[in-house]
């Protein structure tokens, strides 16, 4: 499985961007997705999950309401929404095909991960 993210760049605090990641295979195929970040000199952390239906979602505290994830299975895509950026949500954003059906926070439980989107957010 190879999944392209793409959707970064800069932007100023306030705003928003949209990021994608889209899958060589079919998502439908009963997989959780998530998003991941790692900024400079730190750990990669969670951002936000998502069964392969859909129906559930987890967020990490720091971009509860203000990211949102989505997923569209006919097309093979995730999507991660993201308002009101600040400075702190400067990363690599990178995308993940989870192990199982549902939706994930433990980075362990991910099988197949992309090759990571920069979004620098201007202060």
């Known amino acids: 499985v190879q999944l392209q993210a793409s959707g970064g760049g800069l932007v100023q605090a306030g705003g928003s961007l949209r990021l994608s990641c889209t899958t060589s295979?079919?998502?439908?195929?009963?997989?959780?997705m998530g998003w991941f970040r790692q900024a400079p000199g730190k750990e990669r952390e969670f951002v936000a999950a998502i069964s392969w239906r859909g129906g559930s979602t987890y967020y990490d505290d720091s971009v509860k309401g203000r990211f949102t994830i989505s997923r569209d299975n006919a097309k093979n895509t995730v999507y991660l929404q993201m308002n009101s950026l600040n400075s702190e949500d400067t990363a690599v954003y990178y995308c993940a095909v989870a192990r199982s059906s549902g939706a994930t926070t433990n980075s362990n439980e991910y099988a197949y991960w992309g090759q990571g989107t920069l979004v620098t957010v201007s202060s």
């Open positions: 295979r079919r998502t439908s195929s009963n997989n959780g």
